[in-house]
């Protein structure tokens, strides 16, 4: 893998950290600025509803620019926004920074991840993509509990400057090693916007997009919910909450990893393997949710299992959308943060509706199990070949496809593990 790939995953890590360290810092900063705790969680709906109104807008305007103008433009505005959140003290103008920061967190990773599989062989973009998504999930390992130190140590503020400061090397990479691209790009709605808006048509596309919806909102209802299951269900005390969701970050990690090395010669395995397992994990979960053994168990594997099907099933939507790698990157994107947005709206509704602590797990159940009826759905009603870098490279066995996985609907061919 190219260095500069790291350095892209670096630039998400702090994105990711960005997106996902105010759940520590929230109580602060609203006793700082004097402000309510519901309006300081303003602060985190601005960022998810950033990131959901950005990643296809900003990935058609990016069309406009060479990747490498497009990512450090992204990544500036980032990091300066995070300097301008550190400095300000103005409710207002912090609650603006964060929209902001979302626009370009949005756009910076969908056009790196057109980048990232631009700059590795055609077969090896599930590698590529979980390097980027490593960052996310070193997010949750790492970056989460760094920036909840920071904010107890030296005030919320720290987290903001923290944030900024990792952004600046991959800033630097991105000027050095990502080629300047000297083929001029079209103007947003022009020809190339015309023609992956076309791309993007596709119906195996839109079922994977689906998928990844369901499958990350699964993630994050119950992500979003564990504090309360493992104190008041598990029985532990608020001091395991940090280190469970580092358990949970782990295995995301984990799974990540091992997805990028499977993603690519075995799509059909993992997914028809990884999807049932990840509905069997949540019900077992919820079922077992009163043993804390049981609960340490199956927080590291169902933080595999998640992102190691959610991964996937992002690398098998941008073999999807080749005709579109920026738009698909974007739209990629704004589904992932369509089901972080749902899982735990979801989650809070069946809380509100009195079904106890452990309805954010059924709930995650719920959703897992609608992706694997869709994408069984999708298996049945179009059983057609998908194009993958491998079919590509040995035509003479198109005819020897095998059945779409009842996860991801209809994903790159799984000769290899035959």
Known sequence: MPFVLSMLGLAVFAQGTSEFMLSGLLPDIARELDISLSAAGALTSAFAVGMVIGAPLL???????????????????????????????????????????????????????ATAT??????????????????????????????AL???????????????????????????????????????????????????????????????ALVNGATFCAFTYLAPLVTEVTGLGAGWVPALLALFGLGSFVGVSVAGRLADARPLRLLALGGPALLAGWLATALTAGNPVAVLVLLFVQGALSFAVGSTLVSQALYAATGAPTLGGGFATAALNVGAALGPWCGGAALTAGLGYRSPLWVSALLTALALVVGGLARVTRRGPATTPRRMARPSRTDDSEAPSTTAGEPADDRRGR
């Open 59 to 113: 990935a058609l305007l990016s069309l406009r620019r060479p990747p490498r103008r497009a990512l450090l433009a992204f990544l500036v505005t980032f990091l300066l926004v995070h300097v301008l959140g550190a400095v300000t003290p103005d409710y207002e103008v912090l609650l603006a920074t964060r929209f902001v920061a979302a626009l370009a967190n949005a756009g910076f990773l969908a056009v790196a991840l």
């Open 118 to 147: 631009s700059l590795v062989a055609p077969d090896a973009k599930g590698r590529a993509t979980s390097v980027l998504l490593g960052g996310t999930t070193m997010a949750c390992v790492a970056g989460v509990p760094a920036g």
């Open 150 to 212: 920071l904010g107890e140590l030296w005030g919320w503020r720290s987290a903001f400057w923290a944030v900024a400061l990792v952004s600046v090397p991959a800033v630097l990479a991105i000027l050095w090693s990502v080629p300047a691209d000297p083929a001029p790009r079209s103007v947003a709605g022009g020809p190339r916007a015309g023609a992956e808006l076309r791309a993007l048509r596709s119906p195996r596309l839109v079922v994977l997009l689906l998928l990844g």
